[in-house]
């Protein structure tokens, strides 16, 4: 049998009482996981004015069809721009994202929203029937106007209001005040 140095003896036995030790500790400590926090929801204010948008859209659908004016064309394909943008500034919210990506419902302010992209559901009757949010639906080029100049007021209080802390404020105040501006431009030409 081969002699062991006392420096082996002592390195070998304080690397046993090391990892007897390691062990002991690891045994008794709790392990804690993380739980995964869903990020929080985008502002209701912008989930509302897409829905209110997607509502003002329909209308410029349905107009366009029944009068065939020949303004409304690139009227509605500005509704439709609107639409794109506000979609953009959304994608900026981790909560949109997701809410997208799992199929699942943005909960918004409204409820008449029942699509993942904030979209009222459509009405299946052509009457003037008022929607949640109190606006009546236009079936005239008059109606159409007040309901552009409703949202375009609307936006207007909305971009004034909005916090100036808000992490993303900087893109989406501009983008709502510039669509508010349009939208106001929309009504002029409708009146």
């Not at 062990?23 to 709790?30: M, P, Q, V, W």
């Not at 936006?155 to 909005?162: E, H, V």
Request: charged residues 15%.
């Amino acid at each position: 049998m081969a002699e062991i140095s006392r420096r082996t003896l002592l390195s070998r036995t304080v690397l046993l009482a090391g990892l007897a030790a390691g062990a002991g500790l690891g045994l008794t400590k709790r392990v804690r996981h993380k739980v995964a926090v869903p990020p929080p929801a985008p502002p209701a204010a912008l989930t509302d004015a897409l829905a209110a948008q997607q509502r003002l859209l329909a209308d410029y659908d349905k107009i366009g069809f029944h009068y065939g004016w020949p303004a409304i064309p690139g009227l509605r394909s500005d509704v439709a721009a609107h639409g794109d943008a506000l979609r953009a500034l959304l994608e900026r919210y981790p909560g949109w994202r997701l809410a997208r990506a799992s199929g699942s419902s943005v909960p918004t302010g409204s409820a008449t929203h029942s699509g993942v992209d904030g979209s009222a559901a459509p009405s299946a009757t052509g009457s003037a029937a008022p929607s949640a949010t109190g606006s009546v639906k236009a079936t005239t080029i008059d109606q159409l106007a007040a309901a552009t100049a409703a949202n375009a007021r609307s936006l207007t209080k909305t971009s004034l209001a909005w916090p100036a802390d808000e992490q993303h404020a900087v893109e989406v105040v501009p983008v709502l005040a510039s669509i508010a501006a349009c939208l106001a431009s929309h009504a002029q030409v409708l009146s």
